[in-house]
């Protein structure tokens, strides 16, 4: 069963840096499309950064340049730095991860189907 556990979530001043990670346990895919994925009070869902088992990355058009995704396989983490953090960044920031056809690309538009619970991150001005 697949299990994706959030943290690092908080308050951060406009213009800082916060890191998020995310725990996973239970994939045994080989190969994977892993991202990270926010929703603000009253907005849909929408994509931040996805990373597949190839180490390929897309990132959302509103993060490029400011979020970098990462993961550590050695500990079966996945990592949102976020720097130049800006108000309309504040969500609930949330770790999705699915298993993908050998061969293809993941992209921030790909559907996956395992959740964690999220993480709330704050922005003050």
């Known amino acids: 069963q697949v299990r994706l556990v959030e943290s690092g979530g908080g308050s951060v001043q406009a213009g800082g840096s916060l890191r998020l990670s995310c725990a996973a346990s239970g994939i045994t895919w080989s190969t994977y499309c892993m991202g990270w994925y926010r929703q603000a009070p009253g907005k849909k869902r929408e994509a931040v950064a996805v990373?597949?088992?190839?180490?390929?990355?897309s990132y959302a058009h509103s993060v490029q340049g400011r979020f970098t995704i990462s993961s550590d396989n050695a500990v079966n983490t996945l990592y949102l730095q976020m720097n130049s953090v800006k108000p309309e960044d504040a969500a609930t920031y949330y770790c999705?991860?699915?298993?993908?056809?050998?061969?293809?690309?993941?992209?921030?538009?790909?559907?996956?189907?395992?959740w964690g619970q999220g993480t709330s991150v704050t922005v003050s001005s």
């Open positions: 999705a991860a699915d298993w993908i056809h050998r061969g293809s690309v993941c992209y921030t538009e790909t559907e996956l189907n395992h």
């Open positions: 990373i597949d088992s190839d180490g390929r990355i």
